[in-house]
Structure formats: structure tokens, C-alpha cells
T-cell receptor, first 113, second 111 residues
């Protein structure tokens, strides 16, 4: 079974721009979660989607948004980029069932200049 | 106080040593506990998954959860250079909700 894939792997943007990141979960998984990883704050939860609906949301500003499609693929968008948004953005997929183990993708490294 | 505290290290040990990695957490509602391993420039890889208190063993790895003291441990026996990575503890109240991570401990095993 193929793992979680994320595209692109690396991105360089400038302040004020917006960016869209993509995540394809493991086949059959219906839940996709997004996390931001920085050296200072570690891994922090952004939001989770299950069957195209946002089920959980972390404590991030409204510039961070996401969506999930009917095939469970998910995108996250960051608008009006700030220098502090430079981070590794990780996507995790799970079945959404009772054990709900989360499996992570390789991440997208975003650099904001 | 952060919900999950983890000593960032770095921790350096010789090959063959027993490694002990630890986390503490503050919320007694947490019931699911995980350890992830993250190599440089890679995503976290699930190592161990435990529900509630107790021990779980998988090969050279043993995870322990003590809910009375809110303490999580991962032991690595016969450590190898390939174990050199960052180890992240994580927990959640309920399956399907957000994982709360420690900041990770960087381990280096020298041959």
C-alpha cells in the first residue's frame, strides 16, 4: 500500500503571497490531519478533515485554511504569508476508526522570504 | 505549562547501550500514547501505540505508560547507529482527535 504523499516537497515564497499544499492519504483512509512543525514550537495541530468536513481545528489564525475532496485528498492554503510561517507542514492520514493511528507523509518544507 | 514536556537532549550513547526516553504530560484525560521516530528531512514514523497504562514491547522497543504519575517512557535495547533520529512522544484524549506532541528528543548512537 502506498503511503501518504505530499506535494510539493519544497516551496519558497515571499511575504504576502499565498500558498496551497496538497496531501494524498493512504488508500482507504478518510481522515486527514495537518500539522506545522517548527524548531521553536515543535509539531502543532492545524486541522483535521473527515469525509470532506472539518472535524477539529487547532489554534491558528484564519489565514490557514483547508479542504478535503470526495476522494479524501486534502489541500491546505495559507494566505498573506508571514516570515513566521516558514515551517515543515505535515499531513497525517488515518482510517477515522476507533484505533485511528495517524500515519505521516514526508512533509512540505515552506520557506517564506 | 505545556501539555506534554519532553527533554530535547541531545542524547549521545554508544552502540549497544540501552536508551531511555521520557515525557510527562499534564492532562489526566489523555488516554492514547504514541512514540514517533523522525529522521532528518522525513516525516514522523509511528513506532509504538499504547492505550491507557501498561507496557508494550516490539522487538528492541518497549513503551511504558504510568497514568498515575503522568509519565511516558520509551526504552531502546541494543541501540544501533540507525536508531539515530529525533523521537517524539504524542498523546490524545480520544482516537480521532488532535495529537499533542512533545518537542522531541534527538538521539545519536555512535558505532
Amino acid at each position: 500500500k502506498a503511503g501518504v504523499t505530499q506535494t510539493p516537497r519544497y516551496l519558497i515564497k515571499t511575504r504576502g503571497q499565498q500558498v496551497t499544499l496538497s496531501c494524498s492519504p493512504i488508500s482507504g483512509h478518510r481522515s486527514v490531519s495537518w500539522y506545522q512543525q517548527t524548531p521553536g514550537q515543535g509539531l502543532q495541530f492545524l486541522f483535521e478533515y473527515f469525509s470532506e468536513t472539518q472535524r477539529n481545528k487547532g489554534n491558528f489564525p484564519g489565514r490557514f485554511s483547508g479542504r478535503q475532496f470526495s476522494n479524501s485528498r486534502s489541500e491546505m492554503n495559507v494566505s498573506t504569508l508571514e516570515l513566521g510561517d516558514s515551517a515543515l507542514y505535515l499531513c497525517a492520514s488515518s482510517s477515522g476508526g476507533t484505533t485511528d493511528t495517524q500515519y505521516f507523509g514526508p512533509g512540505t518544507r515552506l520557506t517564506v522570504l | 505549562q505545556k501539555e506534554v514536556e519532553q527533554d530535547p537532549g541531545p542524547l549521545s550513547v554508544p552502540e549497544g547501550a540501552i536508551v531511555s526516553l521520557n515525557c510527562t504530560y499534564s492532562n489526566s484525560a489523555f488516554q492514547y500514547f504514541m512514540w514517533y521516530r523522525q529522521y532528518s528531512r522525513k516525516g514522523p514514523e509511528l513506532l509504538m501505540y499504547t492505550y491507557s497504562s501498561g507496557n508494550k514491547e516490539d522487538g528492541r522497543f518497549t513503551a511504558q505508560v504510568d497514568k498515575s504519575s503522568k509519565y511516558i517512557s520509551l526504552f531502546i535495547r541494543d541501540s544501533q547507529p540507525s536508531d539515530s533520529a529525533t523521537y517524539l512522544c504524542a498523546t490524545t484524549r480520544k482516537a480521532g482527535t488532535a495529537l499533542i506532541f512533545g518537542k522531541g528528543t534527538t538521539l545519536s548512537v555512535s558505532s
